[in-house]
């Protein structure tokens, strides 16, 4: 929860969380360990200097751990988790339904647990569909379309396995899709993060929410011209939200963009968790103002309602969550951080006063 | 001249035509991001590049690109006779290299993978740096105090005649480079078709063109931030050229 200075409280779903095994032993090939390395370099990059972690924190981390960064150090109330597999770099998977599924169990009413197919599984994935929907009562799944699998280095939401996998969704009352599109990688021509299927497939499905996490950046002007012509699909702010703090700049246009060509009931907050924190992000976007040029120039508003659109509305729209329930039923978890020079002064005089 | 001097010129020459390879998405030169590593005289006429990229997933068609353009710009040089060039800590660095080296086609070094050429890519790319430069030059060109009625009647000598101030003449040499882009025609100024552009619509023409701009800044703060953080500065291997030492020759 976050309270502004006037004391209004602010319910927080985090749309994009992981519980991830990056680590050595769970590294299949070269493939797992490069893998973890490029979030490594994300979060390197993008973080404020104190929250860095070493390679051992980031590689994996405990479900106390992470119930502690997002909803005790944090601000969120609520996250989304959302699996990516990649069974083909480890070997229990990276970030898999049932591994999410323990916070679920460990913390209740905290966690909504995204389930994910493959389309390249063809008519067993089906079946498992099915089962992974009834167990864990999923109302969303997350794909990730650049997914290696065997000599197969991604799909389409397009291709005829992805369309009935799809109606499948429908049938089981899954309406949530979120699609990485995400800085380039494979395959080869051009590559599966291009956002051109979403335009297909939020066609063809009417009944399901398409939301494209970060935005399908770098390309935003591609994916801008898509969610405009689409009324069910939305942008996912993982790793569009991080460069509030370092590219300022950047982070202004490419919000005011967004609110200009989605508006601000078609974004979705998330931090990505574990690349990033809850805490300083949700800082940095609550103080942050567009800059005034930008805000003449595309007509975009983030005024405070449209924050909290951003930051909780929109999700417990597409995930039914009751938030006036959910305050009654979660206590704010939110404390602030032990100040670290408080604990241990380095020296008398800082303290003193 | 002795051989010392005449190799340090030559890897200056070397580097010079590496400084005309572009990123394709980001537009700006390969040494300017950093990407190579080291440039080596390996025998009489032969010269090896080393490249690395922001990450071991760098989309393996760019890295490609790039590769290429490397070796058919050095090798404009009247000297040279064989140019390796050797992406480093990339999932395809295998592949490519030998793609290269053997003067292969995108196609035919990944096989079925690439499912087109890289002709339609190449010229994708050309078309945002084309409008990403002329907006950059007409937003200075405007703030300098010409009017969008004579910008967009201008003709490309008088463009090129035009006396500006260094910042204009940087962004106006740029521009330059990749106005045939879009085709012939005497306008210095025209949309990427090559058309020309009406003076009341040039303010919408530049906002148009401001989302490519906005990518590819965006694209290449991430860009340089990756590397950085993969190749931390001062450990080493992100001395921006190392000049490797051979026998001379």
Redesign the interface.
């Known amino acids: 929860m976050y309270t502004t200075a006037s004391g209004e409280e602010i319910f927080v779903i985090d749309g994009h969380v992981h519980k991830w095994d990056g680590s050595k032993a769970n590294q299949r090939n070269i493939?797992g360990e490069?893998?973890i390395?490029?979030f490594?370099?994300?979060h390197?990059?993008?973080s404020p200097a104190e929250k860095l972690l070493t390679r051992e924190q980031f590689d994996t981390y405990s479900a106390e751990q992470m119930h502690r960064d997002l909803f005790v150090h944090g601000y969120d109330d609520m996250a989304i988790c959302q699996p990516t597999y990649l069974t083909d770099f480890y070997v229990q998977g990276f970030n898999t339904t049932e591994q999410n599924a323990v916070l679920k169990t460990q913390y209740p009413g905290r966690f909504i647990v995204n389930g994910a197919f493959d389309p390249r599984d063809e008519a067993a994935g089906l079946d498992q569909l099915d089962e992974l929907a009834a167990k864990h009562q999923l109302q969303g799944v997350k794909l990730y379309t650049a997914e290696w699998k065997g000599a197969s280095?991604g799909y389409k939401l397009t291709d005829p396995w992805a369309e009935k996998y799809l109606e499948r969704c429908e049938a089981l009352g899954i309406r949530n899709i979120h699609v990485h599109k995400g800085?380039?990688?494979?395959?080869?021509?051009?590559?599966a993060f291009d956002v051109a299927d979403i335009d297909a497939a939020a066609t063809n499905f009417q009944g399901l929410n398409f939301i494209v996490e970060h935005c399908g950046?770098?390309?935003?002007?591609d994916f801008?011209w898509i969610a405009t012509q689409e009324t069910n699909v939305y942008g996912g702010l993982a790793v569009v939200l991080p460069?509030i703090r370092?590219?300022p700049q950047?982070f202004g246009?490419?919000i005011s963009?967004l609110l200009m060509w989605l508006g601000p009931d078609k974004l979705l907050y998330g931090s990505d968790y574990g690349i990033w924190t809850p805490d300083w992000l949700i800082e940095d976007f609550m103080a942050y103002e567009l800059p005034e040029a930008l805000a003449k120039?595309t007509g975009a508003v983030l005024d405070l309602e449209a924050k909290k659109k951003i930051l909780g509305l929109n999700a417990a729209r597409l995930y039914g969550v009751d938030i006036e329930a959910q305050k009654l039923r979660l206590p704010n978890a939110h404390q602030a951080r032990p100040v670290e020079s408080a604990l241990a002064p380095a020296d008398g005089a800082a303290v003193a006063a | 001249m002795d051989t010392g001097r005449l190799r340090q010129e030559r890897i200056a020459q070397v580097r010079a035509c590496l400084a005309t390879v572009v990123d394709p998405e980001l537009d700006e030169p390969v040494t300017e991001l950093d990407f190579i590593t080291d440039i080596t005289l390996t025998a009489p006429g032969q010269v090896r590049i080393g490249f690395r990229l922001p990450t071991y997933w760098c989309a393996a068609n760019f890295a490609f690109l790039m590769a290429d353009d490397m070796r058919l710009a050095v090798s404009s040089l009247a000297w040279v006779e064989g140019v390796r060039v050797l992406l480093q800590d990339h999932m395809y660095a295998d592949t490519i290299n030998a793609g290269v080296a053997r003067g292969e086609g995108f196609e035919a070094a990944f096989g079925e993978a690439a499912e087109g050429g890289l002709q339609a890519l190449r010229r994708t790319f050309e078309r945002k740096a084309f409008q990403r430069r002329q907006a950059a030059l007409l937003a200075w060109l405007l703030e300098a105090g010409h009017t969008a009625q004579a910008l967009v009647a201008m003709r490309r000598e008088a463009l090129a005649g035009l006396p500006l101030a260094e910042a204009g003449e940087r962004l106006r040499a740029r521009y330059l480079q990749r106005r045939d882009v879009a085709g012939g025609g005497a306008l210095a100024f025209v949309d990427t078709e090559g058309g020309a552009i009406a003076a009341a619509a040039l303010a919408r023409h530049l906002t148009d063109t401001q989302r490519v701009d906005i990518n590819a800044e965006f694209n290449g703060a991430l860009c340089r931030g990756l590397l950085a953080a993969r190749y931390p500065p001062g450990a080493g291997a992100a001395v921006p050229i190392r000049i490797v030492r051979q026998p001379a020759h």
Not at chain 1, 217 to 221: K, N, S
């Open positions: 493939h490069q893998f390395n490029c490594y370099g994300y390197t990059f993008l280095r800085p380039t990688i494979l395959p080869l021509d051009r590559d950046l770098p390309r935003l002007d801008c460069f370092k590219k950047y246009h490419v963009q120039e």
